[in-house]
């Protein structure tokens, strides 16, 4: 790695620490069947077309639950419009240090969901800034180095895809039940 990338990289571990550091939320673990909005933040494929991600949220639309789905894709332009449920953010909509520009954090800070899920085996920065400025009682993500960026972390091995990571979620989302307030 190259020391301009190693300082990016040292500036988005700080702006990321620092966004989390001024919020004030508690992590509230939900009953699965009463969740209305899921955010869903992944990786993009190249060609646009994640059909993986767009059947996730087809699959959780039958099950009344509102889904949107935000991604990150390694390209200058993307061909897609940006939908309300579903846009990708390009590498020109990236800050120097590599994550989304006030603009974009803004527009996901500006609506609230009822739980966020960080699709994503590889470690993104960019990603891990979405899920940081995300409001929501409840994030889920694969085992992270920031203190409080999820609520619920997964820990997988290198080799697992989203796939893998994804039925982890859905066993123990349906698996755990909340604890009933008295």
């Not at 990708?88 to 996901?108: C, H, Q, R, V």
């Amino acid at each position: 790695m190259s020391l301009i990338q190693k300082i990016k990289n040292y500036l988005a571990d700080r702006q990321i620490k620092k966004v989390l550091s001024t919020q004030k939320r508690v992590g509230v673990y939900p009953d699965f069947d009463k969740v209305k909005t899921i955010l869903i933040l992944f990786k993009s494929d190249l060609n646009e077309k994640n059909l993986f991600v767009r059947t996730i949220m087809e699959d959780l639309k039958k099950h009344g639950k509102k889904v949107s789905a935000w991604g990150l894709i390694d390209k200058k332009d993307t061909e897609l419009p940006v939908f309300i449920d579903y846009r990708l953010i390009t590498s020109k909509e990236l800050s120097f240090n590599g994550l989304p520009n006030d603009s974009i954090a803004g527009e996901l800070a500006h609506t609230e969901y009822d739980m966020v899920i960080q699709l994503c085996c590889d470690d993104l920065l960019a990603l891990d800034y979405l899920l940081a400025v995300a409001r929501s009682p409840f994030k889920i993500s694969k085992l992270k180095p920031y203190k409080g960026i999820s609520d619920f972390m997964l820990e997988i091995n290198e080799k697992a895809d989203e796939k893998y990571m994804l039925e982890q979620i859905l066993f123990y989302l349906n698996s755990i039940q909340p604890k009933a307030v008295r």
